[in-house]
């Protein structure tokens, strides 16, 4: 069974910093693209970033671009988003997701795995 496990959100002023983890398993890491959503209230989800679980390449929206890094860890079948200058518009909940076939890291849309999410809240 596919599982994803969330965790590092909270509250932080903008301009600072987050580190987000995603911690999988049941699936062999390498066959898979992992990537972060997030939805804030009253808007649609969207996709952050996403890499591919076999060769770590990535997909970034525009929105974030330059100012988030996605990585991963096979070892430890973990996925990472570091977010740096966080701005008030970042505050959603993010939610991290999985797909089978790893080249759809540069599909970052409507995965078929999904964790539980968690809140981050970039106050002005």
């Known amino acids: 069974e596919v599982q994803l496990q969330a965790s590092g959100g909270g509250l932080v002023q903008a301009g600072g910093s987050l580190r987000l983890s995603c911690a999988a398993s049941g699936f062999r890491f390498d066959d898979y693209a992992i990537g972060w959503f997030r939805q804030a209230p009253g808007k649609e989800r969207e996709g952050v970033s996403c890499i591919s679980g076999s060769d770590g390449s990535t997909y970034y929206s525009d929105s974030v671009k330059g100012r988030f890094t996605i990585s991963s860890d096979k070892d430890l079948n973990t996925v990472y988003l570091q977010m740096n200058s966080l701005k008030p518009e970042d505050t959603a909940v993010y939610y991290c997701?999985?797909?089978?076939?790893?080249?759809?890291?540069?599909?970052?849309?409507?995965?078929?795995?999904w964790g539980q999410g968690t809140l981050v809240t970039v106050s002005s």
């Open positions: 997701a999985a797909v089978l076939g790893s080249w759809w890291y540069g599909v970052c849309l409507d995965y078929d795995h």
